[in-house]
């Protein structure tokens, strides 16, 4: 017994050892992550596949396409090989949208009344990746996992791991509960998610001007009508988080610019 409790110690000095090495793309914060990879984004998958098959999938249609050809941009710029991206538009008026682990992103018609533009749907798209990219998800799963602590971990060291995972994964995700899908990730979370965003969707060639527009029309009628903040707590601090991503970027590429010309000038003047 002594030494089961002595197994069941270091493995979880591992996991926690393992779980330090994650860092969120862009932002470089910190992560605790206690779930492979592989084993998120098959979760992933086979909820996508479940998700997809209750709903009604919008197929050949303008919007359904430019989501597609939207997608498929930004997850270009994000260069992630082991994804396996899908971007479809699902019949529903709520305003919101999600992505599951590996890429797997779905667009309510319902977002296309606020989305006035390619660029405003591009930020919600890019929203949803970076949530995927920084592993939002299993995040959740982790912190789920530690607060269950050795009673997980117990299970692990027996090998019944799947059956807990997938009720973990499915408690992080808001699977079965009332919001649908994108359950509300905690502020940070979700400030990370619009900073990333912003940065991939510059990254890709979209204006980052209508990602504040985006947010602005999206914040207008939240209570009661806006589904999307019904999970994406929301705030006058969100909108002026967004406001100063959006003005580093600028700041940072008319330095670039900037350094550019200045070099083209001296090779000029060499
Ligand atoms: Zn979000």
Not at 27 to 34: A, E, G, V, Y
Not at 105 to 111: A, E, K
Not at 133 to 150: D, K, T, W, Y
Not at 193 to 205: N, P, S, T, V
Request: glycine share 6%; charged share 20%.
């Amino acid at each position: 017994m002594n030494n089961f409790i002595k197994y069941i110690f270091i493995l979880f000095t591992i996991l926690l050892f393992t779980a330090c090495t994650h860092k969120a793309p862009i932002t470089k914060r910190n992560q605790m992550i206690l779930m492979s990879q592989s084993q998120e984004l098959a979760l992933g998958e086979k909820t996508y596949n479940n998700t997809l098959k209750k709903s009604k999938v919008i197929i050949g249609t303008v919007y359904a396409n430019k989501i597609k050809e939207i997608g498929f941009r930004i997850a270009k710029v994000v260069n992630k090989k082991n994804y396996k991206w899908e971007f479809n538009l699902v019949k529903n008026k709520q305003k919101n949208a999600f992505c599951l682990p590996g890429g797997k992103v779905v667009v309510y018609t319902g977002i296309l009344q606020v989305a006035k533009n390619e660029h405003q749907l591009a930020t919600v798209i890019s929203h949803e990746i970076a949530h995927a990219l920084a592993r939002h998800g299993a995040e959740r799963v982790s912190s789920s996992m530690i607060a269950n602590g050795v009673q997980i971990i117990s299970n692990i060291a027996l090998g019944s791991k799947a059956p807990h995972l997938t009720k973990s994964f499915n408690i992080a995700y808001g699977l079965g509960t009332q919001y649908g899908i994108h359950l509300p990730y905690g502020r940070l979370q979700e400030n990370e998610a619009d900073e990333i965003g912003i940065h991939l969707m510059h990254q890709a060639g979209y204006d980052i001007n209508e990602a504040l527009s985006f947010w602005v029309n999206m914040s207008k009628g939240k209570i009661n009508t806006n589904e999307f903040f019904s999970t994406h707590p929301s705030s006058k601090t969100r909108i002026k988080n967004i406001k100063k991503v959006i003005n580093s970027i600028k700041r940072s590429s008319s330095r670039n610019t900037k350094q550019n010309s200045n070099n083209i000038i001296g090779k000029k003047i060499k």
